[in-house]
C-alpha cells in the first residue's frame, strides 16, 4: 500500500515538474523592453524565475528553475522582413523575421535554438 502511494507521489511530482519547466520555457519568448539591438544574430542574458521559487525561513531563496538564461535573438535593422533558419530540438526551422528586434528562444534550455544564419530573399 505505501509503494502505491510512493508511486503516486513520485508521479505527480514529476508531472508537476514537466509542467513547471514548459511555464517558464513559454515565458522565455516574450516581447523584450524597448532598447538599442544589434542588427543580425546576438545573444543576451535573462534573468527568470520560476514559479517553484522558495523563500527560506533564514534568507535566500531555492530555485530550481530559474536563473540566468541565454537568449537568442535577431535583430533586423532593415525596412523589409527577412528569412532566418535555425535548429531546435524539434528540427530545422524558417522564420519570417519583421524589422526591429526578435526573441528566438533559449540557447541553453529547451528548445536550444542554435546555428542561426540568414537566408536570401523576403518572406
Same mark, same amino acid.
Given at each position: 500500500?505505501?509503494?502505491? %502511494?510512493?508511486? *503516486? @507521489?513520485? !508521479?505527480?511530482l514529476?508531472?508537476?515538474l514537466?509542467i &513547471?519547466g +514548459?511555464?517558464?520555457a513559454?515565458? +522565455?519568448v516574450?516581447a ?6 544589434? #542588427? &543580425?544574430y546576438a545573444? /543576451?542574458?535573462?534573468?527568470v524565475d520560476?514559479q517553484?521559487k522558495? $523563500?527560506?525561513p533564514w !534568507?535566500?531563496? =531555492?530555485? @530550481?528553475?530559474g536563473g $540566468?538564461?541565454r537568449i537568442?535573438?535577431?535583430g533586423?535593422? !532593415?525596412?523589409?522582413?527577412? *528569412?532566418v533558419t535555425? %535548429? %531546435? $530540438?524539434n528540427g530545422k526551422? /524558417?522564420? #519570417? =523575421?519583421r524589422?526591429?528586434? %526578435?526573441? @528566438?528562444?533559449? =540557447? $541553453? *534550455?529547451?528548445?536550444?535554438? *542554435?546555428?542561426?544564419?540568414k537566408?536570401?530573399?523576403? #518572406?
Amino acid at each position: 500500500m505505501m509503494m502505491k %502511494t510512493r508511486k *503516486r @507521489l513520485a !508521479g505527480l511530482l514529476a508531472i508537476g515538474l514537466a509542467i &513547471g519547466g +514548459l511555464s517558464v520555457a513559454g515565458n +522565455l519568448v516574450q516581447a523584450e523592453p524597448a532598447q538599442a539591438y544589434v #542588427c &543580425g544574430y546576438a545573444e /543576451t542574458i535573462k534573468h527568470v524565475d520560476s514559479q517553484f521559487k522558495v $523563500d527560506l525561513p533564514w !534568507g535566500g531563496s =531555492i530555485d @530550481l528553475f530559474g536563473g $540566468d538564461v541565454r537568449i537568442a535573438n535577431y535583430g533586423n535593422c !532593415g525596412k523589409s522582413n527577412v *528569412r532566418v533558419t535555425m %535548429t %531546435t $530540438d524539434n528540427g530545422k526551422k /524558417t522564420v #519570417c =523575421i519583421r524589422p526591429g528586434n %526578435t526573441v @528566438l528562444g533559449p =540557447i $541553453d *534550455r529547451p528548445p536550444h535554438v *542554435r546555428n542561426v544564419a540568414k537566408l536570401s530573399g523576403s #518572406c
